[in-house]
């Protein structure tokens, strides 16, 4: 374990940067890619070396919903494996990324459309680590997670998204880990090694939710459930969509949008992901 004031003084207090960091969604898919060698976990590798070095990254994971918005505040925050029915290799994974309570605290300060509370139980879930591990792999950047409130509207959490900006300046990473489609009900099990097989509707809705994103139109992807019945199968629950909402909410409106892993799995699952802002 590296000495904890090796990682203050690399985090230290964060500066303001020439460009703004860029934003991404990540469609993160199965707790396995975090240990697999794939086609989505070498694109995670590929963005680390393309994004410039960040100050620090910051998750918003599906997998965090909370009753009120929190935020990790802990020195080393814990592994956490939150999934059953995977092979034991995967339970064994441990990324020791530090956590950087000060950032925790500023960040916090500096949203006003919410009280957001200091965490020190919570952790980096599986949609933030099996994606970071990748991008990271030693581990030397502070990694830091804020929960989805569920009680809220999409437009309460795209506005607070907007209120994250300023990290951007200040070289922080932040990532949206979800998938734009994400029905785990009807998964065809007998699908998953059939490269790219969707179902009809979820290629419908991949596509349309891409156009609308290139558009701008962030108010048709709030009221996505107006897009008809493609739509309600697409996201049954919204929690591995409002992480998309998160970046959407990001991005400034002149900037560039690139798309990869743009791929359905098992039918009604897609790993379209997207780079919101400039990179090399």
Do not use: C
């Amino acid at each position: 374990m590296k000495n904890l004031n090796e990682f203050k003084r690399f985090a230290g207090d964060l500066q303001e940067k020439d460009t703004l960091m860029p934003v991404v969604f990540i469609g993160h898919g199965s707790p396995m890619n975090g240990i697999e060698d794939n086609v989505f976990s070498d694109y995670w590798k590929q963005l680390g070396q393309k994004i410039p070095k960040p100050s620090a990254v910051l998750v918003v994971s599906a997998h965090w919903l909370s009753r009120g918005t929190r935020i990790t505040a802990m020195d080393f925050p814990r592994t956490i494996h939150d999934f059953g029915g995977f092979p034991r290799e995967l339970f064994e994974v441990n990324y020791p990324a530090p956590g950087q309570p000060d950032l925790a605290k500023s960040t916090a300060e500096n949203i006003s459309t919410a009280q957001v509370a200091l965490d020190h139980e919570w952790g980096l879930d599986h949609g933030t680590w099996t994606v970071v591990r990748h991008m990271y792999p030693a581990a030397n950047i502070p990694v830091l997670q804020l929960s989805i409130d569920y009680g809220q509207s999409l437009s309460y959490h795209y506005e607070l998204a907007k209120e994250l900006h300023h990290l951007r300046q200040k070289g922080v990473l932040i990532i949206g880990s979800g998938n734009m489609v994400h029905n785990l009900r009807m998964v065809a099990w007998d699908k998953l090694n059939e490269p790219e097989y969707g179902y009809d509707w979820a290629i419908e809705m991949n596509e349309q939710f891409k156009e609308l994103i290139v558009k701008g139109d962030h108010r048709a992807l709030m009221d996505y459930h107006k897009l008809g019945k493609p739509a309600q199968l697409a996201i049954p629950t919204p929690d591995h969509y409002i992480p998309l909402l998160y970046t959407l909410g990001l991005k400034s409106e002149a900037e560039p949008t690139a798309f990869f892993n743009d791929k359905v799995v098992g039918g009604s699952l897609t790993m379209t992901s997207a780079v919101f802002g400039e990179y090399k």
